[in-house]
């Protein structure tokens, strides 16, 4: 009987709708902030996905331990945001006029960021004169010629290949494509790679080393260049790969990840990071790396750069820590914690490392030849371009379309979207 | 008879007895439904005529339509919305099935047999479990490489092609729609078990003793009873299938292709990946248009029957 009377009294019906209604109510979170104790040390947050990693955070924390310890003014305070909302948590937060003070964001974020006013210029804050800056990642941290960020860590993309089934590393697009149906028996499949709209971000990732490893790109800084013949080019190498059968389509990453640790994956494209995660995981598993087999030397990398937030109350002391990340010895410290990436200036292994993984030269020597995972004049719209060119490219994996076709698509959806 | 004994007692106007009272009962209600879903409503209203960036939300700009104008242009949009109209469709339908199995199922459940409380407990799982517990697991499931759904698929011959069934185009938002069925089936059954438990066991008795069948029984007795809250289940059923986020997201995010795109899924992309606050606001307005066309069909059918009875 309740339930008649619910639904003849309008205002229980309006009440409702609102119910409803507040479903497709968008709305954002605030964001966390900083105190500054009377008389103790000024807390300074730095917040970065990574300090959340099983392998890599400990060794962050411990390298941030040692600067809280090494003067009393300054107490910087770790914060683990997950990375899968890492960006849209920040960012919220920053837009809503609070967030940490500094930030390890990836390039997507930090264009957006810039862009939208939310990043402190670092010309005066921090000092780079004298420092050996890495050219190539380095070159992307200034946006309109003001930095905006300094690097923190690149990870450049390399091909790993698990040693019990591929004993000789591929070293053309013919032999990669040649290893990986050799490769491929029964559950065994040569190579992996992302595929599904799911994993959106990941096809991306994954196809960017298609398009800059034929000689694309996705824009050549002022206007998009989606459907540039290199591009189609690539696509359609990433699609021979998938037509070829030697990928276990509809894969996840963490499951084909599970699968190259269980000797059923033979090669795949992946960044640094993957080093210490795989290694923390699977200490038994015999693998390594080698460059990108594709025409040109030239791949993606994950790019993230150390920013501080315009809305912080601690500008000067989150500086003096980028100051203090900066100096020789720590980026030797931070390149040791961080495993297979290389950080802000030319820094060098130490023998033990180089003893440990004889292969981490490989990375090191892809530093300034890897691009930032965006679309490179179009930072903040990256993500909606992400969008299209990746749906039009599962559209064309599943038949519905050529590659061709898929890219001059996208071409005109993306330039609508950025004028 | 005196006049004051004619002249109906007045109303004590003691602290519960003032004419305010009532007021006061209702205050907190009434607050809640102004702060928590008036303001924000008003507040999404106004969004969808600006322009405004999730990083910059208090530098908006005034647009007028022109938010609606360029979601309507968009043949996304367009395709969004008939996926979301063939889900709630699909989610009424199913709903429907939902709702006869979950009667069939509560009417056992009311029905007196040995461990009927493990029963009523199992039942409820699936709407006990997480909504993102439930996706993970219907997606691992339905896992393209060893998913147990996606073998036993195609151990009868299901051509679920070699990506599986959840980037499937055609298969996806059906596998989305079972899952949300599976999820939503035991709350049906609880609240229909409830209601059931509200017919008077006498006027059962009575019909028993005038010699009615139990198909006469349910119709003329318990039908009645529970029509209202099948009714309401119904409704809160399509609400629910139509701002449904998690399981969706969880599944497919929105694919493939977009063919499991829905509203909620859109307004999250504008506001969280676009970053354009208005047009998502105008999204969610286009969303709360339908649910309002729900509700208002839902009462004109709740009338009707009531005119009919």
């Known amino acids: 009987m309740a339930a008649r009377h619910l639904l003849r009294t309008p205002l229980a019906a309006t009440a409702l709708v609102l119910a409803a209604g507040l479903t497709f109510t968008a709305c954002s979170s605030g964001g966390g902030s900083d105190e500054a104790g009377g008389d103790g040390p000024v807390t300074v947050t730095f917040a970065a996905s990574t300090f959340g990693d099983p392998g890599l955070g400990p060794r962050l924390k411990s390298l941030v331990d040692t600067y809280n310890s090494s003067q009393t003014a300054v107490k910087i305070e770790p914060a683990a945001v997950p990375f899968p909302t890492f960006g849209q948590t920040v960012l919220t937060q920053m837009g809503g006029g609070e967030g940490p003070d500094l930030v390890r964001f990836d390039m997507p974020e930090f264009t957006a960021a810039a862009d939208a006013g939310l990043l402190e210029q670092l010309d005066e804050q921090v000092d780079t004169a004298g420092l050996q800056l890495q050219p190539g990642p380095d070159q992307y941290m200034k946006i309109d010629g ?48 992302r595929q599904t709209q799911a994993e959106e971000n990941g096809v991306w990732q994954d196809i960017f080393n298609y398009v800059y ?10 206007n998009l260049t989606l459907n540039k013949a290199e591009n189609v080019k690539g696509l359609e190498a990433y699609q021979s790969l998938y037509d070829a059968g030697v990928i276990p389509k509809g894969a996840d990453a963490a499951t084909f990840r599970k699968m190259f640790a269980q000797n059923k994956v033979g ?10 995660a795989t290694r923390g995981t699977n200490p038994d598993l015999k693998f390594s790396v080698a460059p990108i087999p594709f025409p040109v030397r030239a791949q993606g990398a994950i790019m993230a750069p150390i920013v501080i937030n315009t809305n912080s109350e601690h500008k000067d ?30 820094t060098q292994r130490s023998a033990k490392q180089l003893e440990e993984t004889p292969f981490l030269p490989v990375y090191d020597g892809l530093t300034n030849s890897s691009a930032p995972q965006i679309v490179l004049g179009f930072g903040p719209k990256t993500a909606d371009i ?6 039009q490219v599962i559209a064309a994996l599943q038949g519905q379309q050529t590659m061709a076709q898929a890219m001059d698509k996208a071409q005109d959806e993306a330039s609508k979207i950025v004028g | 008879m005196a006049h004051a004994d004619l002249v109906a007692p007045r109303p004590r106007r003691g602290a519960l007895g003032s004419r305010w009272t009532p007021y006061v009962f209702l205050l907190p209600a009434a607050a809640y439904i102004v702060v928590f879903q008036a303001v924000p409503l008003l507040q999404e209203i106004y969004l969808s005529f600006t322009r405004t960036n999730l990083l910059n939300p208090t530098r908006s700009t005034w647009v007028g339509l022109d938010n609606y104008a360029r979601i309507f242009a968009s043949a996304h949009f367009r395709q969004t919305l008939l996926t979301t109209l063939v889900y709630v469709l699909a989610c009424v339908v199913g709903a429907v099935g939902a709702v006869g199995s979950g ?75 079972v899952t949300t069925v599976w999820q939503l089936f035991p709350f049906v059954a609880v609240v229909l078990l409830s209601a059931l438990q509200a017919v008077p066991a006498e006027l059962v008795e009575a019909a028993r003793m005038d010699g009615a069948g139990s198909g006469w029984v349910f119709r003329a007795v318990t039908w009645p009873v529970i029509r209202p809250t099948v009714g309401l289940i119904a409704l809160l059923m399509t ?11 969880l599944m497919t995010r929105g694919g493939p292709l977009g063919r499991t795109r829905t509203l909620v899924i859109d307004l999250y992309s504008q506001a969280f990946d676009s970053k354009q606050l208005g047009a998502a606001a105008a999204v969610g307005m286009v969303g709360i248009v339908i649910a309002l066309v729900v509700v208002a069909g839902s009462r004109a059918v709740a009338r009707a029957a009531e005119r009919t009875a």
């Open chain 1, 317 to 346: 002391q989150a500086a003096d820590f980028i100051e203090w990340v900066l100096k020789s010895e720590n980026q030797t410290a931070l390149q040791e914690a961080l495993g297979a990436s290389s950080v802000a200036t030319v």
């Open chain 2, 103 to 177: 009667l069939v199922v509560a009417l056992l459940l009311n029905s007196s047999f040995p461990g009927r409380g493990i029963a009523r407990a199992l039942v409820t799982v699936p709407w006990a479990a997480p909504g993102i517990a439930t996706a993970l697991i219907a997606t691992w499931m339905l896992n393209a490489q060893y998913g147990v759904l996606t073998r036993a698929l195609r151990a009868v011959g299901v051509d679920v092609g070699e990506s599986g069934v959840l980037d499937n185009p055609r298969l996806a938002l059906a596998a989305v729609l």
């Open chain 1, 146 to 193: 003001k930095r905006y960020g300094i690097v923190f860590d690149t990870s450049n993309y390399v091909m790993y290949y698990n040693i019990d089934l591929v004993k000789t590393p591929p070293k053309t697009f013919d032999e990669f494509m040649a290893t990986a149906k050799k490769t491929t028996k029964g559950d065994v499949y040569g190579l992996a790679f």
């Open chain 1, 386 to 391: 992400r969008k299209i060119v990746v749906t």
């Open chain 1, 267 to 276: 090669m795949e494209l992946n960044n640094g990071g993957y080093l210490v």
């Open chain 2, 239 to 249: 609400i629910w299938s139509l701002r449904r986020f998690e399981l969706i997201w």
């Open chain 1, 213 to 222: 490893g034929f000689g694309g790109a996705w824009s050549d800084g002022t």
